[in-house]
Nanobody
Framework: QVQLVESGGDLVQAGGSLRLSCVAS????????MGWYRQAPGRLRELVAQ???????NYADSVKGRFTISRDNAKSTVYLQMNSLKPEDTAVYYC???????????????WGQGTQVTVSS
């Protein structure tokens, strides 16, 4: 009923930039918080950045000052601008969103399939 589709992952050199996008589609009534998570090989999935429906943001300490999360509510899209990328940013990046669908009174977290970001040194 709901799909999240990420795009923008790529191979980039250290110091470079990438912009990830995630579009939500389906029987959406409203979208609350949206966020980006990442998982590197052998590590647990971790929160990278989160944004509320009102635009308040929260970042992992490791990306503060380098990454910026934003959203376009009209397009049901969340973005992650990543600057000054480091090899340790290499991971699969997942989009997640707290979505209420049209047939239920409660919201549920949905996840995308992930997009690979690789930063070479």
């Amino acid at each position: 009923q709901v799909q999240l589709v990420e795009s923008g992952g790529d191979l980039v050199q250290a110091g470079g930039s990438l912009r990830l996008s995630c579009v939500a589609s389906g029987s959406i009534y409203s979208i609350n918080d949206m966020g980006w998570y990442r998982q590197a090989p052998g590590r647990l999935r971790e929160l990278v950045a989160q944004i509320t429906s009102g635009g308040s943001t929260n970042y992992a300490d490791s990306v503060k000052g380098r990454f910026t999360i934003s959203r376009d509510n009209a397009k049901s899209t969340v973005y992650l601008q990543m600057n000054s990328l480091k090899p340790e940013d290499t991971a699969v990046y997942y989009c997640a969103a707290d979505i209420r669908i049209t047939t239920t009174p409660r919201s549920t977290w949905y996840w995308g399939q992930g997009t690979q970001v690789t930063v070479s040194s």
